[in-house]
């Protein structure tokens, strides 16, 4: 492999980015480099209390005691305070980093001197750091922050960046190279004693932070040079292959069933190969008990990723941000430049247009780990299949003449990154999303529990006011046949003595879902059906329609408190009732805009409500207007078609009172019946193709 010298000279792109990395650190050709001497608290804590978006860190501020929210509120102390000197620690080893990698592309001895006082500085503060006496009573504590684990991810980038100084020629002074060595054995105890309460004592070896403390070890080794010590972070228990086996599931997921966690313990597992391989051990094809790998979790990703690279934020896990969005583009730079028969470059450039607003390789995770002659990325993946993931309990539906696709979540709780969440679905467009899973806030904030991990945020059903218990769901059927893919998930430990379950069917001009939900023990509870597309939602005008006087709410616990109720529709007639409803959404970062239309069957009695909740989990203060059905009794079918553009499809309801439901769906020059057994699933029973 080339050096960053090396691919500097020879791909122009790189040396752009390196001039643009040397400007940055043009500030420190003035100031002195303060290290905070008190250590961090918890980043989580980072969150403004009224509007619950993250407050915004400038990294080039030595000591901010004011911190200010997006939307405009000034917050100053505890906890705000510590959960900033994480930030400006982290800050701090990234700037060791990348002063370290200026030096290695183009060899000026200013910015190998600054990497080396910062590495220097900590290794004397270190000491100094008391073992952290605020940390919460659940957390392992750290020393230069509450958290080991924060502590764990902090020290793999500082030692990146000494590793990359020294194999680029640079020496440390012997006695600043003996403080770093003292400094590295703190570290190293500190690390071994967290793994041995960690694997040992709480028994807890499959935890996403058995990950980084192997990872932060590995690193510790590789710079102290002890190669007898590696071996025990890979064999036994928690090592690198035991928790590869335990800690993924077979069919590639992080066994949270996160995408945020996946990517967490994969960049970890990424940082220990990189370690390994130092040593001559190659952990990138690495394997399971189940044929668990480092390839199969990138090409998880691929699957359940949306047409434009975009990860859907299932269970735990910011809807997006910039350290995430950075750790994305490290993890698939790596990833692109391993696995090269992967096409990881969809994600990689979305992550790149969230983090530059272009998507193409820009900054240093593209300095330090990007391979190739050109900057520019595909954007887009074009055909995929539609997937089970019957391990994790995901299934994504795609079809290759329709934009929509479909992820949905039948599978385990997911533990405590787990939301209440089953019979979720995502729907995506090719060019971003429709309803998404609404991702989470800092866990500081309180809507974190009162909204993010209810089940009244997700696009599923909520039975008497209740969130869902913790469960597992099953798959039925999941049948890809002609030009459609059907699938059918059931739940039926959500509330006792009912029964959920979803068929939905992607086919060509349309998505079909029918939520059918039975009541066998208390049999006249609300079923609440929620949706929340994100784009702008137009109802059409309808006589039945009443608009409440204020908003108001339909209850304080579950999520409940945070839905306004803005209008409200019965159907008041003793037959089916057709509603046709719009969204219209614009392309992230273009003017390119798209547009879904729904047609529902409302049952009779059912209520339609137009909603009113928190936003997205990037800004929970720009709200969203969403959909809720109400349909109380023993038995209720929510039956709704989606298609791509302006044009909803024709749904009916073709069948007489006493027998099996039968709808039909029809558009130009395509017409379907299907009958809706609850036993059966759903049967197509005739298509008929009306071009003339
Ligand atoms: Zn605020
Ligand atoms: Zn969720």
Not at 253 to 269: D, N, P
Not at 502 to 520: I, N, P, T, Y
Not at 632 to 647: A, K, L
Request: net charge negative; proline share 5%; aromatic share 10%.
């Amino acid at each position: 492999m080339m050096n960053l010298k090396e691919k500097a000279d020879t791909f122009s792109w790189v040396g752009l980015e390196v001039d643009k990395l040397t400007m940055e650190l043009e500030p420190f050709q003035r100031e002195e480099i303060l290290l905070p001497t008190e250590p961090g608290g918890w980043w989580h804590q980072y969150v403004c209390p009224q509007h619950h978006t993250e407050l915004i860190f400038d990294a080039m501020e030595c000591n901010a005691v004011v911190f200010a929210c997006p939307k405009g509120c000034k917050l100053e102390g505890e906890p705000y305070r510590g959960a900033w000197l994480v930030y400006r620690h982290q800050a701090m080893a990234r700037y060791a980093l990348h002063a370290a990698a200026v030096f290695a592309a183009d060899g000026e001895d200013f910015y190998s001197g600054l990497a080396q006082k910062i590495l220097v500085g900590y290794a004397e503060q270190f000491p100094l750091y008391p073992v952290h006496p605020d940390a919460q009573p659940w957390m392992l504590s750290g020393r230069a922050f509450h958290q080991a684990l924060t502590e764990a991810i902090w020290s793999t980038t500082l030692i990146r960046a000494y590793l990359l100084l020294v194999d680029h020629g640079v020496t440390f002074a012997e006695e600043e190279e003996l403080k770093l060595q003292v400094f590295f054995t703190m570290l190293e105890e500190s690390m071994e004693q967290y793994r041995h309460i960690l694997i040992y004592e709480k028994k807890n070896a499959e935890s996403n932070y058995t990950a980084w403390l192997n990872a932060s070890l590995a690193c510790i080794y590789a710079a102290k040079g002890t190669t007898e010590k590696l071996a025990s972070l890979l064999e036994g228990e928690g090592g690198f292959y035991h928790h590869l086996s335990i800690g993924v599931k077979p069919d590639g997921f992080e066994f949270e069933g996160s995408t945020y966690y996946h990517i967490f313990v994969l960049r970890a597992y990424l940082i220990a190969a990189e370690m390994a391989g130092r040593f001559g051990v190659d952990l990138y094809e690495a394997k399971g008990d189940q044929g668990q790998s480092i390839r199969g979790m990138f090409q998880l990703l691929v699957e359940i990723s949306g047409d434009n690279g975009e990860l859907p934020a299932v269970h735990d896990g910011p809807y997006a941000r910039v350290p995430f969005a950075r750790e994305i583009a490290e993890v698939f730079e790596i990833g692109s430049a391993v696995y090269t028969e992967l096409n990881l470059q969809p994600i990689l450039a979305n992550a790149y247009r969230y983090l530059y607003g272009e998507g193409e390789r820009t900054g240093l995770e593209a300095v330090l780990y990007g391979v190739g002659e050109s900057r520019e990325l595909q954007s887009t993946y074009t055909v995929r299949d539609s997937v089970l993931l019957p391990d994790s309990g995901f299934a994504v539906l795609r079809h290759p003449g329709n934009p929509l696709s479909v992820l949905a979540d039948f599978g385990e709780h997911g533990g405590s990154h787990g939301h209440f969440d089953k019979l979720h679905i995502t729907i995506m467009h090719r060019w971003g999303e429709v309803a998404p899973e609404l991702g989470m806030v800092p866990y500081g904030s309180i809507l974190r529990k009162e909204w993010y991990s209810e089940t009244t945020s997700h696009n599923t059903v909520t039975i008497g006011g209740r969130s869902q218990a913790p469960h597992t769901g099953s798959c039925r059927q999941f049948r890809k046949e002609g030009n459609a893919t059907y699938l059918w998930i059931r739940s039926d430990g959500a509330y006792e003595g009912a029964i959920l379950d979803r068929h939905l069917v992607l086919a060509d001009g349309w998505l079909l879902d029918w939520f059918h939900v039975e009541q066998v023990m208390e049999r006249d509870q609300e079923v609440d059906l929620w949706f929340h597309p994100t784009g702008h939602l137009r109802l059409p005008a309808d006589p039945h329609r009443v608009q409440t006087a204020s908003p108001t709410f339909l209850g304080l616990e579950a999520g409940y408190g945070s839905v306004e109720i803005l209008s409200v529709m019965k159907n008041e007639t003793d037959c089916m009732l057709n509603t046709e409803w719009n969204i219209r959404y614009r392309e992230v970062g273009t003017d390119r805009e798209y547009e879904v239309s729904t047609s529902t069957l409302l049952a009779p009695g059912s209520i339609m409500h137009e909603i009113r909740t928190p936003g997205i989990a990037e800004d929970p203060s720009r709200l969203l207007r969403g959909i809720m059905l109400r349909h109380i009794g023993p038995s209720v079918d929510f039956i709704t078609v989606y298609r791509e553009g302006h044009e909803p499809a024709v749904l009916k309801l073709v069948s007489q009172a006493g027998e099996l439901p039968r709808i039909q769906i029809a558009t130009t020059g395509q017409r379907i019946d299907y009958c809706l057994d609850p036993k059966a699933g759903l049967i197509q029973e005739e298509s008929r193709n009306t071009e003339e």
